[in-house]
T-cell receptor, first 116, second 109 residues
Framework: DVKVTQSSRYLVKRTGEKVFLECVQDMDHENMFWYRQDPGLGLRLIYFSYDVKMKEKGDIPEGYSVSREKKERFSLILESASTNQTSMYLC???????????????FGPGTRLTVT | KQEVTQIPAALSVPEGENLVLNCSFTDSAIYNLQWFRQDPGKGLTSLLLIQSSQREQTSGRLNASLDKSSGRSTLYIAASQPGDSATYLCAVSPPELSFGAGTTVTVRA
């Protein structure tokens, strides 16, 4: 079974802190994704990566950065946390198919981040 | 930009009734469509993936159909059980996923 793990289930941080959310997958997937999920807004893509050291902005990248130094690990960084970044953060991974497509996405359990 | 809509937003049925969940998308040029289940406070579990060349996929009591030309997919859950209570999300790709807002299902015992 594919396993996607996230470093924390719950996290509480103060405004202005630098926050690191870690995601690890064990199936050698090329693609990894970070989403946030908010009531009434659904899932929104923050950043994704098709390969090591490669990153692409999603729909809402402002206030976030990412790092992918190894194929199995994709980190989301909040450079200076703000209260409007309080949310559920979900990581996912998938294989690639040809012509830039992706195959089935597998999700981690999520990290509920509260910024006070 | 791809837009995905799920109707209804919420559904409550008695145990044993069949469930029909609808998903529509605006751009028919998709690679695949995926249905997920999400329990409260948890991550997403993949239920079914339909490739763009397929018309349907089945897994146990679940059956999902895809009509690319009309931009629609339907998830059928036969003989619903209280354990089916969850939020169901559909998402389309290319290449990253665009999600609908979900349908929250309650199955009453």
């Amino acid at each position: 079974d594919v396993k996607v793990t996230q470093s924390s289930r719950y996290l509480v941080k103060r405004t202005g802190e630098k926050v690191f959310l870690e995601c690890v997958q064990d199936m050698d997937h090329e693609n990894m994704f970070w989403y946030r999920q908010d009531p009434g807004l659904g899932l929104r893509l923050i950043y994704f990566s098709y390969d090591v050291k490669m990153k692409e902005k999603g729909d809402i990248p402002e206030g976030y950065s990412v790092s992918r130094e190894k194929k199995e690990r994709f980190s989301l960084i909040l450079e200076s946390a703000s209260t409007n970044q309080t949310s559920m953060y979900l990581c996912a991974s998938s294989l690639s198919v040809g012509a830039g497509g992706i195959y089935e996405q597998y999700f981690g359990p999520g990290t509920r981040l509260t910024v006070t | 930009k791809q837009e995905v809509t799920q109707i209804p937003a919420a559904l409550s049925v008695p145990e044993g009734e069949n469930l029909v969940l609808n998903c529509s998308f605006t751009d028919s040029a998709i690679y695949n469509l995926q249905w997920f289940r999400q329990d409260p406070g948890k991550g997403l579990t993949s239920l079914l993936l339909i490739q763009s060349s397929q018309r349907e996929q089945t897994s146990g009591r679940l059956n999902a159909s895809l009509d690319k030309s009309s931009g629609r997919s339907t998830l059928y859950i036969a003989a619903s059980q209280p354990g089916d209570s969850a939020t169901y999300l559909c998402a389309v790709s290319p290449p990253e996923l665009s999600f609908g807002a979900g349908t929250t299902v309650t199955v009453r015992a």
